[in-house]
């Protein structure tokens, strides 16, 4: 098992400190009689990709959520590493934006709340909608509406940007596009991390976290990934990954 990532812990406090975004230590978070997150010990790296893969229900979007300041943690610690007026800067699964505003007037709107000074058109052209300035949101395809959200996440140039599933439902070449921007990123020294199903798009990430049932059950790049699972192919280091192994606390392997 890759200890890089799966606990804080294992690695050399100073190196840590000076390479991760975001740092945790037995993170749990319940809603109600629900346990979601199970005791996570991580660290997340700065200035890289960092893809959250897992099935439907293992607390992906609860732990972007904790991340972004959304939700709270139930238990454990989270650190982030980021500063400035706007640390972080989120896009949720789907996005809502007041439908009689154009594009241009819900970027106007959002930067007009930070204090300084935002090109919007320049925030239009960086993911690719300033053809459509004038459009009304309630007028924007699916893939649109979630480059808007992509543009708003920006505002501020936050060092840490999070986006939940942001090309789910979306055709092949909006996929594309949405990647294309999410490469350019990290080129701004900015630290992005995504929640995907897309095990072909997630393979590209330099950082990875497996989850499975409220645990991180692998984590580091996807060459750690395979090697930590013994698998050839993501696909295959996924099923393994998810069958019942997790990580504990202290980073070592329980076998259901």
Not at 12 to 36: M, N, P, Q, R
Not at 180 to 209: K, M, P
Request: net charge negative.
């Amino acid at each position: 098992m890759s200890d890089r990532g799966a606990t804080v812990r294992d690695n050399d406090d100073t190196e840590t400190a000076a390479s991760a975004v975001v740092e945790a230590s037995a993170l749990s978070k319940s809603f109600g009689d629900v346990d979601v997150l199970n005791g996570l010990s991580f660290w997340i790296p700065d200035g890289e990709v960092t893809a959250i893969i897992g099935p439907n229900g293992s607390g992906k979007t609860t732990l972007a959520e904790l991340v972004t300041g959304v939700e709270s943690t139930t238990a454990g610690e989270l650190t982030l590493h980021a500063g400035g007026e706007r640390p972080v800067g989120y896009l949720p699964q789907d996005p809502r934006f007041q439908p009689s505003a154009t594009v241009r007037e819900t970027v106007a709107f959002y930067a007009a709340l930070l204090a300084g000074e935002t090109d919007v058109d320049a925030a239009l052209a960086r993911v690719g909608l300033e053809a459509a300035a004038d459009r009304r949101t309630d007028a924007l395809s699916g893939g649109m509406r979630r480059l808007l959200g992509i543009a708003v996440s920006l505002l501020g140039s936050p060092e840490l940007v999070v986006l939940d599933e942001p090309t789910s439902g979306l055709d092949p070449e909006m996929t594309r596009h949405v990647y294309d921007v999410i490469a350019g990123l990290t080129e701004r020294d900015q630290a992005v991390v995504l929640t995907t199903h897309d095990l072909s798009r997630a393979a590209d990430a330099d950082y990875l976290l497996v989850m499975s049932n409220g645990n991180i059950v692998s984590a580091g790049s996807p060459e750690e990934v395979l090697a930590d699972t013994e698998a050839e192919t993501l696909e295959d280091a996924f099923e393994t990954a998810v069958s019942g192994r997790t990580v504990t606390a202290e980073g070592g392997d329980d076998h259901e």
